[in-house]
């Protein structure tokens, strides 16, 4: 998703606002799940998704734990994708992380679904997530 589009979209859900069922407007936006795309987790060969006992949790549709690396010496931008219980999986790719990485720093929560997990695939591919922004008034 360009950054133009993805600007666009998170002004306009601060912008919803909900008309209850008295005719009255409520001024909180609703929780909504903004879709950043769709990405290879980086590294994924090298963390602890390949251990078959976290391997054999990442089914499609599968939640994942998206935070920010802030002291990353790699990269400044990096963005760790792990599994509920914290084991790490990777990160977002150095291309694809300028945006969630800016997004975490200011307090935006994100997820990840797991889209695809193919074992014969390139390494670099084997894991794909959805990764979402939540905005809104009850954010994770």
Known sequence: MERRTFLKLAGMATLLRIINPDGNVVDSAPNVDIS??????????????????VLSQLQEGVRLVVKRDRNNPHDPCAVMILTERHEMLGYLP??????????????IAMSARVVTLDASAEPWERLRVSLMCQVGDKQA
């Open 36 to 53: 950043l795309g769709e990405f290879p987790v980086a590294g994924f060969q090298y963390h602890e998704g390949m251990r078959s006992s």
């Open 94 to 107: 150095r291309r694809n992380n300028m945006i969630p990485a800016s997004l975490a720093d200011q307090g």
